[in-house]
């Protein structure tokens, strides 16, 4: 008895494989005829001064609403297209679209771009993203890259490399997710960023759990020391905000100050934002 259901386990272990790997060859054509038929957006989310809540920055995010599949997350369709080898055609489809979108923008801000793991193991992404901001028109300079240390850790020798290009060229680098990778802080000391980004998950527990306030002060505190710029990723309440500025941090991110919106209303958002200054600055000049 044991022997038959062991063996019918196995079957419907095998039929679950089989159906999961229709799925995802589903999933791949959809979006590879996404990607050719111009489907896949990109959206926008910003990054404020947390001392004045000035917006310094827009984060491109993918965005894919497939006709039958209906919302797909970014968490789901960038592994994808990872693993089945067209990662790099997705990027610089999203590249294109965000740095277009960007010269829209007041030339103060800057674009925040994630960059794929695996695009940081091949020696082309530099003069792939290159060529790409100089089609556009955008000044490599108002270009972040935003990556994970996990990213660099598996490919140390060419994500170094890599990075240290792009720097040259006047593109900044931010270390995502910061404080949920494998690495240890050791290991960073191997290559160059200019920004961090601490992950949401310390942020979404700081007004509950001492431990997660302690780990952000401490992080604060390191980026300080190291000349780094810090991010806070996932602000969502004023009591997040204020006590994270109280605790030295000097940006912001979370749907407190914005949620992902498209170019266009990112657009109208900016243009609400600057009236909103000009008219505080009024009332406290006059
Ligand atoms: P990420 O780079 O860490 O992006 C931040 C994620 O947090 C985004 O999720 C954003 O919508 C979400 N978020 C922002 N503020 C809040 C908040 O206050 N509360 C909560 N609960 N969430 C917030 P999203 O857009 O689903 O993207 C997920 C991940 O997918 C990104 O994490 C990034 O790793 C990846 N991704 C997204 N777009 C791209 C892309 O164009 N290229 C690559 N390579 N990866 C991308
Ligand atoms: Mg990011
Ligand atoms: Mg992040
Ligand atoms: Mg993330």
Not at 27 to 40: G, H, M, S
């Amino acid at each position: 008895r044991s022997k038959r259901r062991g063996r019918g386990q196995v079957t419907v272990y095998t039929r679950e494989i089989a159906q999961e790997m229709r799925r995802s060859t589903q999933l791949e054509q959809a979006l590879r005829n996404a990607i050719i038929n111009d489907a896949v957006d990109v959206h926008f989310q910003p990054i404020v001064s947390l001392a004045d809540q000035q917006v310094l920055g827009f984060e491109a995010l993918a965005r894919w609403i497939d006709a039958d599949l209906g919302f797909v997350s970014p968490a789901v369709f960038v592994p994808l297209a990872e693993e089945r080898g067209f990662i790099d055609t997705l990027s610089e489809t999203l590249l294109r679209k965000a740095a277009d979108a960007a010269l829209t923008w007041p030339r103060d801000l800057f674009l925040s771009f994630n960059l794929s793991s695996v695009q940081l193991t091949d020696p082309s992404t530099t003069s792939r993203t290159l060529s790409i901001l100089s089609s556009v028109g955008l000044d490599p300079a108002r270009l972040e890259l935003e990556i994970t240390e996990t990213a660099v850790m598996a490919s140390a020798s060419t994500a170094s490399r890599i990075i240290e290009e792009l720097r040259q060229a006047g593109v900044k680098i931010s270390l995502d997710d910061f404080g949920t990778g494998q690495s240890s802080l050791g290991r960073l000391r191997e290559f160059t960023f200019d920004k961090v980004k601490i992950d949401r998950a310390f942020v979404s527990a700081i007004t509950t759990d001492r431990t997660s306030e302690h780990i952000v002060k401490a992080i604060i505190t390191m980026c300080d020391g190291l000349n780094l710029k810090v991010v806070a990723e996932g602000i969502e309440t004023e009591v997040e905000a204020e006590m994270l500025r109280g605790l030295g941090c000097a940006m912001g991110q979370g749907y407190y100050f914005g949620k992902p919106a498209d170019a266009a209303a990112t657009l109208r958002y900016l243009y609400r934002h600057y009236q909103d200054l000009t008219a505080t600055r009024h009332r406290g000049q006059f």
